[in-house]
């Protein structure tokens, strides 16, 4: 989505910014021509230490979401592939989920473990 809006310049700050309180949520936020959607990339223009994918950052997505659901009706989170790690965490954060399967034995079977 970064590519299509041409937001890969413009992101400054990303959402692990503001988990580690590097940025602020109005920081990380990338406008779009639509007056009522923004999109918070994953990462700014500094990456992460890589222990920070490693860190249990669940309350923090806990916050980070509870304050973007009061500045909006819907929020979504486009998440990694798979059911680990930052995925799991973001999910545990979430009120609801939309799990999207390939169509194979192997995916449904991991879904049910969650």
Known sequence: VLSAIQGRERAVHGALDVLSC?????????RTMLPNFK????LGQDLPNPEAFYADHTSEWQRLLAALSEQAEIV????????FGPTRQIMGAC?????????ELIASRSFTNV
């Open 22 to 30: 590097k940025a602020s949520t109005d920081e990380a936020f990338l």
């Open 95 to 103: 009120t609801h989920l939309l799990g999207v399967l390939q169509a």
């Open 76 to 83: 979504i989170v486009d998440c990694p592939a798979g059911m």
């Open 39 to 42: 999109i918070m990339p994953a």
